[in-house]
């Protein structure tokens, strides 16, 4: 008998017939059921050392995101550390792949997770560091601390640059974003980092939804709420984690703000940018512009001029339901999104591994570089 397991931190799947190696048959979970917000999966398979497996995800095109399938790559790991590619096939409906497993146990995801005990180990980094602290804001719905990390040390004429990843949970790649960011920021060797703390204090929520996170929920919270779409309409007691970041950020101020996300449709990091927000300005749009192409030296695979979703707002129509639309509009700063890829980088294309979490911290790490450029203008 086949073994499917999920029962894990962000491990997610449904199980139709796990009976025979040669046709294996899963589905997708919805965050919500009946919704068609889900496209993540984790899940480990058990005992087929040396056997064709063949994996079926049916119902994998009624997913919004069901473009996302074309020419996709999912991972797989022996150790949950290496993750390497596999290619599949998507007639529209379900979702194929076949693999025959070098050990006994190998593990399959949407992409390399980022699991409690990574972030754990982050927080734990920081928490050593002379130059930064960690703090728990608040409670998620199921008890889950919500943590910021500040590096710098706040103080006159010092700027405070918020950064926010893992908004939706599925989109792992922004949290190994925020490492190599974090880590970049605590490196005591680094003179970039050390000249940016004397002028800037940073503070980042690694995991905006960790209750999300544990569950292998691809877009929600524990309470089926999407944070990328409450920071206007707010409450404790359905969305805490907005709720207090949110007021957080009032006790600070915001002079600059990034928010990682993952993307499932482009092969390369792209922005989203507030520009429907009512008090939208020039000066905004300037500094915006001069960090893009900034970040564009940094990491050359940073696309912000090729075409990608419409997801502008006519000037002055935008509801602020977003944190780069809440925060644009009422601190007046500059504010976007950075979508991460879950597929391939299409300028540097990797057969075996894909898109890496190696990668996102590279970026994270970057853009750092870029906010050096315009900081002196903020």
Known sequence: MSKITCNFDSGRIGIIDESDWSNIRLEILPDIEGSDEFMGFNFAATGARGKECNFTLEHAGNTRWAGGWKNYRIAASYDRRDWFRIPTTFDGSALKWSHTPEQDRVSYAYHAPYCELERFALLERCAASPVARVESLARTLE???IDLVTVGEPGTGKKAIWVLAR???????????????????????????????????????????PDGSFRGYHRYNAGGIDLNRSWSNTTPEKSPETWYVRERMRQTGVDFCYDIHGDE?????????????PSWSRKQADLLGRFEEALKIASPNYQPDLPKPNYDHAPGTDPLAMAISWTAETFGCPSFIIEIPFL?????????????PRRSRLFGAASLEALAAVMDAL
Do not use: C
Not at 180 to 192: N, Q, T, V, Y
């Open 143 to 145: 008890g889950r601390s």
């Open 167 to 209: 908004q939706h949970p599925g989109e792992s790649q922004s949290e190994f974003t925020a490492e190599g960011l974090l880590d970049r920021l605590i490196d005591p060797a680094d003179p970039l980092s050390r000249s940016l703390l004397e002028k800037v204090v940073f503070y980042v929520v690694p995991n905006m939804n």
């Open 265 to 277: 449709n482009n092969h390369y990091p792209w922005p989203v940018r507030p520009v429907g927000v």
């Open 344 to 356: 391939d980088d299409v300028f540097d294309p990797d057969e075996r591994f894909g898109w890496t």
